[in-house]
């Protein structure tokens, strides 16, 4: 297998559902879906969506039966990201090397953009579903749970709460196993769900993906100390400004580095059972060990 | 029918499950259920979901089957508020006689407290439907289109790009059947949905709550030149200040009143084909005629 075209190919389909799903129009709120579309196709790695459609595969499902749900996924994650770049919260004015929603389209839209694309992620689960009923409920009861008060939002409670305090390993690990990992779970866990996966598959999801979850957090802590700006496509030393509490700033960069790599083995030794079958999510999982953005 | 004493035991029903559904918890994120729990028990008059039970009862059917789907909008009215007070947005202070959101947790909280109360209203239908399946699809489906860009957002958009233009009455009218009364609408809709209603019931109960969603918004309108601020719980002459279009600085004071008997009347009238079984609905729509905020 080929891992970047096969990541690329993923990518594109995904690309061309969310155009279908969020259609541009002339009507008098036409804004919104450029508001919407300017922060949708900044053209992210849409790993959410990605790893949705591979673990599907990985227990025989098709890709048409998930692509609703991954693309309300991703949804989901730009409205957040659109929300934390607000000025009420990071205050950010680069995100993927473009200016921020609201450097763009003023924060009131940006604040509008953000509820929309939370809205239209579940009004393109229920506009687009082919699965049954059932199954659409439980799938869209999942990513409801992940990306609410007790997944993503929670952890971006606990955030702001923790912004100017020195928190410990525990907190810190509560906070991204709900503001980042929940959502890469439910990715997870949906596409095997929706792929016909067992209960122990299931389980199996769940697990690789709360260890890659926090081992792409640990990425994006480390990249905010080393990365390079013009390549990550933001600024970088935010963490520091904002004095937040991080894995860098916990551990230290040496132990951060080696918790990354522990963590993605992990995620990689729970994919054993799977064979040669999950090579894709293997190959994923490297890949976000050593990105650079 | 005593309409006061039942319109107050539907109100305490409604309040009663918002509770249930909404449990404070001791967390690391609990602050996220007091602000959404704030604005949700600031003693609004429930209308929205009042009337998804009404139209239901209307048809012959029951409270529970509805009772998680009016909550939702309850929800999702409550978090329109929260960001309409937003700083960026009509920068409120006060609302139904209290702080508003942010004012009490910081805009940062106040923005998480809205995403999260739009989350929780799918949440909530997903979690206590007890309609079948298909019919718990449908009427999700009408709230999220209802919420959305071709709902209440897209008003909300073109409410905030009409902000210092003189706006005509078309676009003022397609502003407020998207911003006000898209979940009016919703809210009878789904209620002779839920209730097992027929497709006549369906478009009847949408034809009365978009005249009566209009009523509503031209007496707010008018409350806004003419109402005082203690018995309103807000800041009068505020859409002057943002030189915002209205029904007042389009058609006039007395024209204004006009449009807001007629329109009830054709509301009411609607409502005919019911007989006296429409009752509690015609002393609720003369009640939103006369109210005082």
């Known amino acids: 297998m080929d891992f970047y075209k096969e990541f690329e190919s993923k990518i594109i389909e995904v690309n061309k559902s969310l155009e279908k799903y969020i ?21 992210g790695k849409r790993i959410r969506p990605v790893m949705m459609l591979a673990c599907s595969e990985l227990v025989g499902g098709d890709t048409s039966s998930v692509m609703p749900f991954a693309c309300a996924l991703e949804m989901i994650h730009t409205y957040s990201l659109i929300n934390d770049d607000l000025p009420c919260m990071d205050n950010d004015d680069l995100r993927r090397g473009k200016p921020t929603n609201h450097k763009v ?22 506009k687009n579903a082919e699965v049954s009923p059932n199954m659409t409920l439980a799938a869209m009861s999942e990513i409801a749970a992940a990306s609410g008060t007790e997944g993503m939002i929670g952890g971006q409670v606990i955030d702001i709460e923790s912004e100017g305090k020195t928190i410990d390993a525990v907190t810190l690990m509560t906070m991204h196993l709900h503001k980042t990992a929940a959502l890469i779970m439910a990715a997870s866990r949906v596409g095997a769900l929706l792929g016909g996966g067992s209960r122990e598959d299931l389980s199996s999801m769940e697990e690789f993906a709360r260890y890659l979850g926090i081992a792409f957090q640990i990425k994006d802590d480390i990249l905010d100390v080393t990365g390079n700006e013009e390549t990550l496509g933001k600024k970088t030393g935010v963490d520091g400004l904002l004095e937040k509490s991080t894995f860098i700033s916990i551990y230290g960069m040496e132990q951060s580095q080696n918790l990354l790599n522990d963590y993605t083995n992990k995620a990689i030794e729970v994919l054993s059972r799977y064979g040669e079958k999950a090579e894709f999510l293997i190959e994923l999982s490297k890949f976000l060990l050593s990105r650079e953005n």
Chains 1, 2 share one sequence.
Do not use: W
């Open 23 to 43: 259609e541009e129009k002339e009507c008098p709120q036409s804004t919104i879906y450029k508001a919407m579309n300017y922060s949708l196709s900044a053209g």
């Open 105 to 126: 389209f003023g924060e009131a839209m940006a604040v509008l953009a953000g509820d929309a694309l939370l809205n239209c992620a579940f009004e393109t689960m229920l």
